[in-house]
C-alpha cells in the first residue's frame, strides 16, 4: 500500500494549480511531432528577415493552401479561403465558417514586424578610408548588442527606371556581410564606465559597407562613389534613390537548435513571427470547416506603436471584415459593428519567459517559464496596467476551459515586475472596437536581442492553441 497517496496529497493534486514541462508530458511521439514542427519554423524565419518578405513568403503559402485574394472573388460562401494584402507590409487570411459573419470571426493577430536597424533617407558617407551606412533604430533595441556581429541588408530600392529592386546582401553562403565595429577594449576605459545605454548609442550605429577606393585622383570621395558604382552596376541606383528606399539591417545568423537536447530554437525575429508562423499553420491545419470564420491577422508596426496604414491601429482589419461581410451579401454597417462586437481573438504576442540570469526581475509566481506551454496574460502593460487590454474574466475562462478541454499545455503569465518596466501589445487595438481579446503567446527569453530563444515545445503549444481556438472557441 505504499502506493497509496495520503489525504494530504490527494487535496494538493486536487487543489493546487501546477504547470508541468511539455516534454515531461510528451511521450516519443509527441516530442518527434514538436522536433519536426520546428524546422519548418525555422525554415520560415530563415526567409522572412523583414516584415514585407514575411508578407510576401505568407501569400506564397496561402494560395498553396487554396486561398485566394478576396478582392479578386465577388462573392464568398462557407468554406472558402481568402485572403487580403496592404501594402506588402499587413495581410489577413481568412475561412468561411458556417455560421454568419455578424456573429463574429475568431481572430488571431500577431505581427510581422521585428526591431531591427534602419536605413535613412540619406545614408552613406565616407569616413577614415571606409564607407558607412548611417542608420535609425526600429523598435525597442538594445543598442550595444548590434556592434560586433555579421549583419545583412534587406529591402527594396526604387531606381531611377521606377523599377522596383529587391536587395538581400548577406543572406547566402558566400555573400559578403556587413558589420558595426566596437571599440578596442583597450581604449574603452570612459566607454565601459558609462552607463549601457551610453557606451554605444543610436548615432553609433554606422554600418561598414566598403572600404575599396575608386581609382581617380579628380573625385574627393573615392570610397562612396566605388559603392555608389558598385550599388549602380547590380540595382541601377543612385544616391537620391535611397530616399525612397526601405532598406533594414538585420542579423546574419540562421535560426539554429539552442542546447544539447535541441530544445530551444535561437534565432532574430522570433518577436512576432513565432506567433504569425503558428496561427498561420494553425489555420491552414484545421480539420474540417469551422462553426464561426476563422481569420489570422499579421499585422505591422507593432514594435513602434501599432501606427501607421499597415499597423493594426489602422482600419486594414476592420476592411477585411467588412469586405468579407460584404461579399456574403451583408453590406450594413451594423452589420461590421455586430460582427467585430461578436469577434473574439487572441492576441498571438510573444511573453517574457523566466531569464535565470535575471529572475529577480521577472514577476514570482506569475512569470512564463521556457518549455511549460503557450503564455495566457489577461493583461500587459506597465506597472498599473497602463496600456493594457486586460480580459474580461469570462472571456478567460473560457480560453482556459477550451485549451484545458483539448490538451493545450498553457501556463498564465505577466511581463515581469511591477515598477521594472512594461510593454503592450496589439490587443488594446482590437479590444477598442469591441471584440474579446487577451494576450496568448509563446514566452521568450532575450526578446528583442539578435538571438532570442524560444522552447519548441512552447512553439508547438501556440500552434495547438490557435488550431482548436480557430476550430472550437464558441
Ligand atoms: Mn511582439
Ligand atoms: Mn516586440
Redesign the pocket.
Known amino acids: 500500500m505504499a502506493d497509496e497517496k495520503t489525504i494530504g496529497q490527494q487535496k494538493e493534486e486536487a487543489l493546487f494549480s501546477r504547470t508541468k514541462s511539455v516534454w515531461l508530458k510528451a511521450d516519443e511521439h509527441y516530442a518527434q511531432k514538436i522536433q519536426d514542427f520546428a524546422e519548418g519554423y525555422k525554415v520560415f524565419l530563415d526567409q522572412s528577415k523583414t516584415e514585407r518578405e514575411c508578407v510576401d513568403l505568407i501569400e506564397c503559402m496561402l494560395k498553396e493552401k487554396g486561398f485566394s485574394d478576396l478582392n479578386e472573388k465577388s462573392h464568398i460562401k462557407e468554406g472558402d479561403k481568402v485572403y487580403l494584402v496592404s501594402r506588402n507590409k499587413t495581410i489577413a487570411a481568412a475561412v468561411i465558417g458556417k455560421t454568419s459573419l455578424i456573429e463574429g470571426v475568431n481572430l488571431v493577430g500577431s505581427?510581422v514586424d521585428a526591431p531591427r536597424l534602419d536605413i535613412r533617407p540619406n545614408p552613406l558617407y565616407e569616413d577614415s578610408e571606409m564607407a558607412l551606412f548611417r542608420t535609425r533604430y526600429y523598435g525597442g533595441i538594445k543598442c550595444y548588442q548590434w556592434v560586433s556581429i555579421p549583419l545583412a541588408l534587406h529591402g527594396v530600392i526604387y531606381n531611377k527606371d521606377n523599377e522596383k529592386v529587391d536587395v538581400c546582401i548577406g543572406e547566402d553562403p558566400g555573400d559578403p556581410v556587413f558589420t558595426i565595429a566596437d571599440l578596442l577594449p583597450h581604449l574603452a576605459k570612459d566607454q565601459m564606465a558609462k552607463k549601457m545605454n551610453e557606451g554605444i548609442t543610436g548615432e553609433d550605429l554606422n554600418v561598414i559597407i566598403g572600404s575599396v577606393p575608386f581609382k581617380d585622383d579628380k573625385v574627393s570621395e573615392k570610397i562612396k562613389l566605388n559603392m555608389l558604382d558598385i550599388l549602380n552596376a547590380k540595382y541601377g541606383i543612385r544616391e537620391e534613390d535611397f530616399v525612397s528606399a526601405e532598406l533594414e539591417i538585420v542579423p546574419c545568423q540562421k535560426a539554429v537548435d539552442v542546447g544539447l537536447d535541441r530544445g530551444l530554437i535561437g534565432a532574430y525575429g522570433h518577436?512576432?513571427r513565432i506567433c504569425a508562423y503558428t496561427s498561420l499553420l494553425g489555420l491552414f491545419d484545421m480539420e474540417a470547416t469551422p462553426e464561426k470564420t476563422a481569420v489570422c491577422y499579421m499585422s505591422d508596426k507593432?514594435?513602434i506603436g501599432s501606427v501607421g496604414n499597415t499597423g493594426a491601429r489602422s482600419m486594414f482589419i476592420q476592411d477585411f471584415l467588412a469586405e468579407m461581410l460584404l461579399k456574403a451579401g451583408s453590406d450594413a454597417y451594423v452589420g461590421l459593428r455586430k460582427c467585430l462586437v461578436n469577434t473574439k481573438m487572441l492576441s498571438a504576442?510573444?511573453s517574457s519567459a523566466i531569464n535565470p540570469n535575471f529572475k529577480g526581475l521577472h514577476a514570482t509566481n506569475n512569470g512564463a517559464f521556457l518549455g511549460k506551454g503557450i503564455g495566457i496574460c489577461k493583461y500587459t502593460g506597465g506597472n498599473a496596467k497602463g496600456g493594457a487590454s486586460d480580459a474580461n474574466a469570462e472571456f478567460v475562462f473560457k480560453i482556459r476551459k477550451l485549451f484545458n478541454d483539448n490538451n493545450v499545455s498553457w501556463q498564465a503569465c505577466e511581463l515581469g515586475k511591477m515598477d521594472k518596466g512594461g510593454g503592450g501589445?496589439i490587443a488594446q487595438y482590437v479590444a477598442n472596437l469591441g471584440s474579446d481579446v487577451i494576450d496568448c503567446g509563446v514566452p521568450l527569453i532575450g526578446m528583442h536581442s539578435t538571438m532570442e530563444v524560444a522552447s519548441k515545445a512552447d512553439l508547438y503549444s501556440a500552434y495547438l492553441a490557435y488550431k482548436c481556438f480557430y476550430e472550437k472557441m464558441a
Do not use: A
Open positions: 505581427h518577436d512576432d507593432e514594435e504576442d510573444v501589445t
